[in-house]
């Protein structure tokens, strides 16, 4: 089939990789325009468009699907579908009606759970056992169309959301090829979505991020595995910020947020510290930030 690829972050690249090792021609890609990034907020390309350029393949960037330009030029492409993964815009209707099989995308959840933008955060913070992947065809709703396909994926006792991300963008891959395959074949048909097990993954902010000490272990944990690497967990010390990597369960009672070595206390159990990035310096162990630091006796995160 006669493709365009719309996506933009670095979970995306797998899918256009396997895409252009198909049997299927792939003709341009669609991306969000360059953005600022790093210390000097210079204007970066996100990673799908520096893909394809190394690709040789046409980028469409615009500010938004609806603009009339970005349609008349999608419509010259003689488009039979447009695979989407993390494209990170919503599509007007007029442009989901220009491929003839329409935008199917591949969403990282067994919709109807976890429609929205972090359904891989909201698994790991929910304490879910098992998640996946699923193509479906996109429609005005969020995450509402019909489904093609599924793939689910096991979340291990210490996935980060990084580490349960990475598998399931090489699963759904796997899964978005095979779902044009089976398009293209006619032996595939959308099914609509089940109205129960709906449930909503809105974006977690930085303000989300922050640990709550006074919650139970189980909770900080999940929530500093779900931000971990994006947005990253947080707590204050000194009335300074302080990213927290990956922590530990242990059996050793603290009050909430009081200190013990590298030893934190919540409602419940105390947890282990592991890395840890100050303000304004790099990731470090917590053991060796915390003796440098001396705290004294009474102090705590905040």
């Known amino acids: 089939m006669r493709l365009a690829f719309a996506g933009t972050p670095e979970v995306a690249v797998p899918a256009l990789d396997a895409l252009l090792a198909s049997r299927h021609e792939v003709v341009a890609v669609i991306t969000r325009p360059d953005a600022p990034a790093g210390r ?8 799908v468009k520096e893909r394809a350029l190394s690709a040789g393949l046409q980028v469409l960037d615009p500010r938004h699907p609806r603009e009339d330009d970005f349609q008349v030029r999608l419509a010259a492409l003689d488009l039979e579908a447009i695979p989407v993964v993390a494209y990170g815009a919503l599509i ?9 099989l329409g935008w199917i995308n591949l969403h990282f959840s067994l919709l109807p759970a976890w429609r929205g933008a972090a359904p891989v955060q909201h698994a790991v913070l929910a304490g879910d056992e098992v998640t996946g992947a699923t193509t479906f065809l996109i429609e005005e709703g969020l995450d509402t169309g019909p489904y093609f396909g599924m793939v689910t994926e096991e979340i291990r006792p210490t996935d ?22 089976a398009m293209e074949e006619g032996g595939i048909t959308a099914v609509p979505q089940p109205f129960e097990g709906v449930s909503l993954a809105p974006k977690i902010s930085v303000d989300d991020a922050r640990v709550d000490w006074t919650a139970p272990a189980l909770r900080v944990d999940r929530l500093v595995r779900a931000c971990t690497p994006a947005p990253g967990a947080w707590t204050t010390f000194r ?14 009672q603290l009050e909430p947020g009081a200190l013990d070595g590298d030893l934190v206390g919540t409602a419940t159990r105390a947890v282990r510290l592991g890395t840890v990035r100050p303000e304004g310096k790099g990731e470090m162990a917590a053991a060796d930030w915390l003796r440098g630091l001396r705290p004294t006796p009474g102090e705590r995160f905040a």
């Open 92 to 100: 007007p209707r007029a442009a989901l009606d220009i491929p003839r």
């Open 40 to 47: 000097g907020r210079t204007l970066r390309p996100s990673p």
């Open 160 to 181: 980060t959301s990084g580490d349960l991300l990475g598998r399931l963008s090489t699963a759904g891959a796997g899964l978005l090829v095979a779902t044009l395959d």
């Open 239 to 252: 009335g300074r910020r302080v990213k927290l990597g990956p922590v530990t369960m242990t059996a050793a």
